[in-house]
């Protein structure tokens, strides 16, 4: 049994969802367990149950050290595959036929393990269940098996890590933002040309199931960043060998034939400015409420939101010219909150460098040697473990080593901000799953009024019947969406929207 080389960015998330966790922790309770993955014959013949054990392997070989796949007669050949992808993504890990102690069960037949989550699928839906199998859809639709692979996994991760877990006995949630109405078929939907802003754990997501959906269309991929070790943990298209590549460039190797596929690395307000005039739909998969409101600013004909936070994920879609909240409503500041600079420099230590941190941002350089050996003395931690940023921009240092642990030890970071929060891999891959459904859903026809904005919880049992509400402006009317101007520029951008 080997973790993968990332493990330490799993700790960090566990620490942040469940209260005195830290990375022995971590280490010590999933050695207590294998997982083990049953799957029939029929179930590999699915096109829901492949896109479903598809899933569940990418998140699983993240975390899970041991993985027990379990085919039944004919399905050896998915079995393989399946093998090969684990090893993909963690080339240390276990994959062999040790007596599973957690289990998730694909389509109808027996259970793995004395606690067996059993997981299904049926179009737009997914089913899991702590008690019975569930049967598989005909469809090719990947937003049922997507939803399901995240809420079984969620299901294990309480097995796993809670003493008294709450599991979901019977539960059917749809990726459609609502209950009772007849779902569209998703056959050679039309997506149009459109925008997916952040290529990271939610995007990645968002583009799994996009491309093993029936669309066609031209997406702009937009993100300035490269992928690293510190989020492998969560980036269900990325495998080891994918460190360090371009996010827009591995996003665009997995998109698929029906999508044309445009690559800008650069951050949105360039790729806003090179186009000048701003009229793309656009997913919206960013860590920061700056980086949403300035996509909103651009006014966008209709823009979808995901994010992850701590306490739940969630996705919401907007129209700017309705009578719902638009994405800048969500992301308002309230009360008095520190600048930035502040913020970094109170917590690196360093309050009196205010200025120096101020420009560091604005430049976007690396951290000078002299101040990460400052923040050490500062902090408390060896030179050695904070040289480890050398040559690294201010923020990814207080992103990764004051929230993400690898400065300072789990535990002395405090409640982690929403921005940099770091989500568990079935948290982001849910919240880029609902993301993806919403554009398809609208592109295939459905139409709903206002704003729409789902939450999920993924550390309890969930309430299906209780996950989408309505929003409505911001009532302190301070929004743009409130504004004459922004809002006359709109209407003549998009005439009878």
Known sequence: MAFADYYQRGAVAVSQVIAGYDENAMITRLGEHTLGIGFSKAAAASSEGRMLLDLLVRIAARLYPSISLQPGIGADGLARDLAELARAINPAITLDSATPTLGVRVGPGNAPAATTIFAGSDQWCGTVSAKSSLRLGPSQNPFGPGVAACLAMADVFRAAFLDQPELDVNLRLSALPFPGIEPPPITNVGLGEFALIGVGAVGNAALWALSRAHVTGRIHLVDSEEVDLGNLQRYVLANRADDASAKVDLAAREVGPRLAVNVHRQRFAEFAEMLGEYRLPTLVAVDSARDRRQVQAALPPWVANAWTQPGDLGVSDHDFGGD?????????????????????????????????????????????????????????????????????????????????????????????????????????????????????????????????????????????????????????????????????????KYPGN
């Open 324 to 492: 719902g909240a638009c994405l800048a409503c969500l992301y308002l500041p309230t009360g008095v909150t520190p600048s930035e600079d502040q913020l970094y420099a109170q917590a690196l230590g360093i309050p009196e460098q205010i200025m120096q941190v101020r420009s560091l941002l604005y430049q976007q350089v690396p951290v000078p040697d002299q101040m990460l050996g400052l923040i050490a003395e500062r902090l408390g931690v060896s030179v050695a473990d904070a040289m480890q940023f050398s040559g690294v921009e201010i923020r990814k240092l207080y992103v990764e080593g004051v929230c993400g642990g690898a400065l300072l030890p789990l535990g002395r970071q405090g409640k982690p901000r929403g921005d940099v929060h770091v989500p568990l891999a079935h948290q982001s891959v849910l919240a880029g799953v609902l993301l993806a459904a919403r554009l398809v859903a609208k592109s295939a026809g459905l139409r709903w009024e206002g704003t729409l904005v789902t939450r999920v919880d993924l550390m309890r049992a969930v309430q299906a019947a209780f996950v989408t509400q309505r929003a409505g402006k911001d009532p302190r009317g301070l929004c743009i969406c409130q504004d004459l101007d922004y809002r006359s520029v709109f209407e003549s």
